[in-house]
């Protein structure tokens, strides 16, 4: 009797090592396979979108040359490609510089339309060019309750009505997309300032957390506000 049962014993024990064995497997196949994949994902869905930018343009271009089903894989993309090159160099010209600002003055005169395209425009200034103009510095904010903490990015003052020390925005990005978020509105005693970076910020948010900068610490609890 004691033996079978010593047996059987053994064998679970066999056993259950031998799932083991197979999850860590399996699950370092995981870490290797899945960022690869979510990383082709997000290229693949870049590149379609960037070459059907241009597909309209060059199929009327086509069409109009009597090629009507003219299509090379690649080409949207190239043409896109070369279309954000030319804006961005004209963008950095002085005499381009000066059309640009005029154009972008003119669309944010239109009533309805500066009420989309001028934030949008700020946003995506600030997400490009975060050291030079839009964020002013990573803060933490105890949200959505006390005792739970998000990354947020200060970016301008609200003053108050008794002229005392003005609140702050502060925007919020979602996980792991950074580009959709929400704004608060925070008092400077409940902001807690750090030594992040906002490329640090935005690498530990679009990583949903797993990447940790160092320079990163919570304060204590109970601990007074840093000043922000």
Not at 196 to 215: N, R
């Amino acid at each position: 009797m004691n033996d079978g049962r010593l047996m059987n014993e053994a064998s679970e024990r066999k056993k259950s090592n031998w799932l083991q064995r197979l999850r860590r497997t399996v699950m370092a196949g995981l870490t290797v396979i899945a960022p690869l994949w979510i990383t082709g994902v997000v290229l693949k869905t870049l590149f379609g979108w960037a070459d059907g930018f241009s597909a309209p343009l060059i199929r009327k271009t086509a069409g109009g040359l009597g090629y009507p089903d003219f299509h090379i894989p690649g080409l949207g993309f190239a043409l896109t490609f070369l279309i954000l090159w030319a804006v961005g160099g004209l963008a950095a010209n002085v005499v381009g510089r000066r059309m640009l600002q005029n154009a972008r003055e003119a669309i944010e005169a239109l009533p309805l339309v500066r009420t989309i395209y001028a934030p949008v425009r700020q946003l995506m200034e600030a997400m490009t060019s975060p050291d030079k103009a839009g964020f002013e510095k990573v803060v933490l904010v105890e949200y959505p309750r006390t005792g739970l903490w998000t990354l947020g990015f200060l970016s301008g003052d609200v003053p108050r009505t008794d002229f005392d020390t003005p609140s702050h925005s502060i925007f919020v990005p979602t996980a792991p997309n950074p580009t959709t978020g929400f704004m608060l509105i925070v008092p400077p005693e409940q902001l807690h300032s750090t030594e992040l970076g906002v490329e640090e910020a935005l690498k530990m948010i679009v990583s949903a957390g797993v990447v940790v900068p160092p320079s990163l610490y919570l304060p204590a609890e109970d601990g007074p506000a840093a000043a922000v």
